[in-house]
């Protein structure tokens, strides 16, 4: 697969806005491992290998383990998680999804509530929204992550 094009080189000042959001959410205290899970769980739905790679290596050289980044997907059958990690994958999910659902319940929006203050459900809110703008512009630009040619065995 060949990337369609460089949406930094072809539109720099709307990527200098969205570089600048992005900033203010990487520093805006919520907890830096619970928003790279955060962002590598929106890629995941989305199907954006250049986030998913980009936001699991992000994490494991932040200090999370393997085996956290790799059941990101599968958090609800895992024990692995916080109930505040767990609350804010289910938001992730609600919010990421919207289009399917056309709202979020009472319900979700309370099980939030017990887990985030006001003020961190709208940066949680804002730091989904922010992937999904970056998942919404390397999928169809076909962005592609880096290519590690090292293999398992040379690893090990």
């Known amino acids: 697969m060949q990337p369609r094009l460089n949406f930094f080189q072809a539109s720099p000042e709307i990527i200098k806005a969205v570089r600048t959001l992005n900033q203010a959410v990487d520093t805006c205290g919520l907890e830096k491992s619970l928003l790279h899970l955060v962002k590598l769980r929106a890629s995941q739905i989305n199907g954006c290998s250049y986030c998913v790679d980009m936001h699991s290596r992000e994490a494991r050289e932040d200090g999370d383990s393997e085996q956290r980044v790799l059941l990101v997907a599968a958090w609800r059958e895992s ?10 994958f289910a938001w992730t999910e609600k919010l990421t999804r919207l289009s399917q659902t056309a709202m979020v319940e009472d ?6 509530r017990k887990h985030f203050s006001e003020d961190e459900l709208v940066k949680l809110s804002v730091a989904i929204g922010m992937i999904n703008v970056w998942n919404r512009l390397c ?7 880096p290519v590690k040619t090292e293999s398992r065995a040379a690893a090990e």
């Not at 999928?139 to 992550?145: A, E, K």
């Open 139 to 145: 999928v169809p630009f076909r962005s592609i992550h």
């Open 79 to 88: 024990p692995l998680y916080s109930e505040r990690e767990r609350a804010a």
């Open 107 to 112: 319900e979700e929006f309370e099980e939030a």
